[in-house]
């Protein structure tokens, strides 16, 4: 019944070490989004996709890019992880519906990043 | 960007009581839409409730309820017969119905259920 997928739940990785976190939903959404998540701070959007290869910046888009080759993946990547990137990641997606209810997100499990 | 303010870092509850979680919000929009997530400890976040700002009717999923004061721009969640089950992190956020693609989360709250 998995609907969204975060391919690693725990990751560790060194500085300037490239780092890519992968995400995969099996719903056809058509919006995808990458949050960070940290203590005190709630969830920050990094970076969200409307559809394949569109992609738009977040409130937190420095060090990070990301990838939408396909509509059920979507990529996030650190080109030179930095320990400031020491986060939880979360991925999620929905239905591009803007006046609809059902317009909700659906949440992966999350990838806990460590960079040392 | 719309701001979305959950004043209380840590609540506690007993089992069986019944526990209020505040949020605010901050918009000029008309017609939107709220929720309450909620992330259990390691596990995946899952929407508890929403609520569509034109129905003045107060949304209710089984022993959770919300009261939403549109006018105050105040969103709680209540949460009835409280269960161990109860005990996560719970996230208020807001999504408009102009740019629908975007959700905003508050700071989250902390809820203990103590047996």
């Known amino acids: 019944d998995v609907k969204v997928t975060q391919s690693s739940r725990y990751l560790v990785k060194r500085t300037g070490e490239k780092v890519f976190l992968e995400c995969v939903q099996d719903m056809d959404h058509e919006n995808m989004f990458w949050y960070r998540q940290d203590p005190g701070l709630g969830l920050r959007l990094i970076y969200f996709s409307y559809d394949v290869k569109m992609k738009e910046k977040g409130d937190i888009p420095e060090g990070y890019s990301v990838s939408r080759e396909k509509k059920e993946r979507f990529s996030l990547i650190l080109e030179s992880a930095s320990t400031n990137q020491t986060s939880m990641y979360l991925c999620?997606?929905?239905?591009?519906?803007?006046?609809?209810?059902?317009?909700?997100?659906?949440f992966g499990a999350g990838s806990r990043l460590t960079v040392l | 960007a719309q701001t979305v303010t959950q004043s209380q870092p840590e609540m506690s509850v007993q089992e069986a009581e019944t526990v209020t979680l505040s949020c605010t919000y901050d918009?000029?929009?008309?017609?939107?839409?709220l929720f309450w997530y909620k992330q259990p400890p390691s596990r995946q976040m899952i929407l508890v409730i929403r609520q569509e700002a034109y129905k003045q009717q107060n949304a209710t999923e089984n022993r959770f309820s919300v009261n939403f004061q549109k006018a105050a721009k105040s969103f709680s969640l209540k949460i009835s017969d409280s269960q161990l089950g109860d005990a996560a992190m719970y996230f208020c956020a807001y999504r408009s119905t102009n740019t629908g693609n975007q959700f905003y989360f508050g700071t989250g709250t902390s809820l203990t259920v103590i047996p």
């Open positions: 918009t000029s929009e008309s017609d939107y839409y």
């Open positions: 999620a997606s929905s239905f591009q519906s803007r006046g609809s209810g059902a317009n909700v997100l659906t």
